[in-house]
């Protein structure tokens, strides 16, 4: 599958509770099309017993399948918290736009 492609397969999940995980998520996203991967982004700090940092993403086997879940799955209730599922964003070069190491006009 191409990057654009892949990224339009891709939801972000955020707002999950602290006791989630893949299989809770799997179970959760299934019934909207087949799931190629789930990643919850683990905590930074190596001391911490959290499982993930509250936000994750996954990606379906068709694009279809990923607006679906964004449309049945927005502001659900999972766990009981409120989720927000939306398509999910391509990451930023760190060497770009504002927030980058290396100032605007050193890039070129």
């Known amino acids: 599958m191409t990057e654009p492609t892949r990224l339009k397969a891709?939801?972000?999940?955020?707002?999950l509770?602290?006791?989630v995980n893949e299989a809770n998520i799997h179970a959760a996203f299934?019934?909207?099309?087949?799931i190629?991967?789930?990643?919850?982004?683990?905590?930074e700090a190596p001391s911490s017993?959290?499982?993930?940092?509250?936000?994750?993403y996954i990606e379906f086997e068709d694009p279809?399948?990923?607006k679906e879940a964004i449309?049945?799955?927005?502001?659900?209730?999972?766990?009981g918290?409120?989720?927000k599922v939306s398509a999910a964003k391509p990451q930023k070069n760190a060497n770009e736009g504002l927030g980058s190491r290396t100032a605007l006009w050193e890039q070129v």
Do not use: C, W
């Open 64 to 66: 279809a399948d990923a």
């Open 30 to 34: 299934i019934p909207f099309g087949d």
């Open 36 to 43: 190629v991967d789930i990643s919850l982004p683990k905590p």
């Open 81 to 83: 918290r409120v989720i």
């Open 49 to 56: 017993t959290e499982l993930h940092r509250g936000f994750g």
């Open 10 to 15: 891709t939801v972000y999940v955020g707002g």
């Open 71 to 79: 449309d049945n799955m927005d502001q659900a209730e999972l766990f």
């Open 17 to 19: 509770a602290s006791i």
